[in-house]
């Protein structure tokens, strides 16, 4: 699924976040409860009540239900939904940002229970940090750094989720 894609789709029905953001809430939501539904995540995007086309809802379910399903895969498939790598490495630090915003709300919105289990209350503190990245990158160094924050998402994800996820009965894994 390409990126502009999908921001233009939020942009054009005034959704107040960026493509990576609301794939950061899905994550988010998916890694608390992996039956979340796809109407929730809509809502929490637009806020508004946007009077989304056929089409574009399609769309952005369609981003939900692979995100679902790529953070259930045992392949270490899940990816962060960031721009391509020929946008600058400033706006990808950004989109960056606004995803870690967008996956720490989304958790928010979904979890219910008191207290972190295992890890949890560590890595959440990471990726608060990292909410508060420099957007001024350039060069290898940052892109590097890029990188291994990006790589040490993608790990920290599946390991909320497999922390946080609640049985159908309630109850934390």
């Given at each position: ?9 939020l ?49 952005l ?80 160094e ?13 790990s ?15 109850t934390?894994?």
């Open positions: 699924m390409v990126y502009q894609i999908i921001n233009t789709i942009e054009r029905n005034n959704a107040d976040v960026s493509a990576a953001e609301a794939h950061g809430m899905a994550a988010g939501m998916l890694c608390v409860n992996g039956q979340a539904e796809s109407d929730h995540w809509l809502k929490e995007l637009f806020k508004d009540d946007a009077d989304l086309s056929d089409e574009d809802q399609a769309t379910v369609k981003l939900f239900e692979q995100t679902r399903k790529l953070l259930a895969s045992e392949a270490f498939e899940f990816d962060l939904f960031l721009p391509d790598d020929d946008v600058s490495l400033d706006e990808r630090v950004k989109a960056l940002s606004s995803w870690c915003q967008g996956f720490l709300f989304g958790i928010g919105s979904v979890y219910t229970a008191s207290g972190w289990p295992g890890d949890a209350a560590e890595i959440l503190k990471d990726i608060t940090e990292f909410t508060k990245l420099d957007e001024e990158a350039e060069g290898e940052d892109e590097s750094a890029f990188m291994e924050v990006t790589e040490y998402l993608r920290a994800v599946l390991l909320l989720r497999d922390e946080l996820d609640i049985n159908t009965d309630g934390v894994h």
